[in-house]
């Protein structure tokens, strides 16, 4: 991406103001993931992803990258639902850098999974040798 571009999706997110930068970096690691677990590593061609697969790929990247806390980062992000991924998935295709197929919708981000089950029940568990 240019500078000029990456300038103009900054001052965007910015004056959208409901989630920060990071999160969108987040999301976009989160798409490369769902891209990946579909159509596998080793593919250069890039498919689409449907709304419900990004969202499974940002809850096993968030827990991969937060363990026990990625509730709370999402949380600090203002990312409560699996919508508001879908908001800013929306927020991205309004200023041309993702796409879309007639068929996605909004809708399709709604109640993927509830963030208290995804994240809640995380448990670490410590092996004691001799126990």
């Given at each position: 991406m240019d500078a000029?571009?990456?300038?103009?999706?900054?001052?965007?997110?910015?004056?959208?103001?409901?989630?920060?930068?990071?999160?969108?970096?987040?999301?976009?690691?989160?798409?490369?993931?769902?891209?990946?677990?579909?159509?596998?590593?080793?593919?250069?061609?890039?498919?689409?992803?449907?709304?419900?697969?990004?969202?499974?790929?940002l809850r096993v990247l968030a827990?991969?990258?937060?363990?026990?806390?990625?509730?709370?980062?999402?949380?600090?992000?203002?990312?409560?639902?699996?919508?508001?991924f879908g908001e800013m998935v929306y927020l991205m295709i309004e200023l041309g850098v993702m796409g879309r197929q007639k068929s996605d919708d909004i809708t399709d981000f709604d109640d993927v999974y509830d963030f208290d089950e995804a994240f809640g029940h995380y448990e670490i568990r410590l092996d004691t040798p001799g126990e």
């Open positions: 000029e571009l990456i300038e103009r999706i900054e001052r965007a997110i910015r004056e959208d103001g409901r989630y920060p930068p990071e999160a969108f970096e987040f999301l976009h690691a989160g798409l490369e993931a769902a891209v990946a677990m579909k159509y596998g590593r080793q593919g250069r061609e890039r498919g689409h992803v449907t709304g419900q697969e990004l969202c499974q790929a827990l991969r990258r937060w363990g026990p806390l990625a509730r709370e980062v999402l949380r600090r992000w203002n990312i409560r639902r699996t919508r508001d």
